[in-house]
């Protein structure tokens, strides 16, 4: 289970499979006759993770066991995370006017989006 805020409201996310590499994943749905999507969004070359992405996997590439060690120190700051934002003044998630959905700001990001188009 990750995350750092806790609510009700909030469904946990739980992540078995954090640890395995995407190959590793790839391989078992191969191996397993797993169907799986591996189409790329059109607009992901965009997005911010997968500039982060690439340069993890150029570290990676230079020094095998980087992101399993990012990973393991970001699991190792979680319960001081937990431990000073539940230090903090608690926030609680609105509601979009729109939709319902639970939301950080006024609107949810997708009536936000829909509106644009």
Request: aromatic share 6%.
């Amino acid at each position: 289970v990750v995350g750092v805020v806790s609510d009700k409201k909030f469904v946990k996310k739980v992540k078995p499979l954090r640890q395995c590499s995407e190959k590793e994943n790839v391989l078992y749905c191969l191996l397993n006759n797993v169907e799986y999507d591996d189409i790329e969004c059109p607009f992901a070359h965009e997005a911010l993770r997968n500039s982060v992405r690439d340069a993890l996997n150029e570290l990676e590439e230079k020094h095998p066991g980087v992101k399993i060690g990012v990973l393991h120190s970001f699991d190792r700051m979680m319960p001081f995370l937990r431990e000073y934002f539940s230090e903090k003044e608690p926030r609680t998630p609105n509601r979009c006017p729109q939709c319902g959905e639970l939301t950080s700001g006024e609107r949810c990001k997708v009536c936000e989006m829909v509106d644009e188009l």
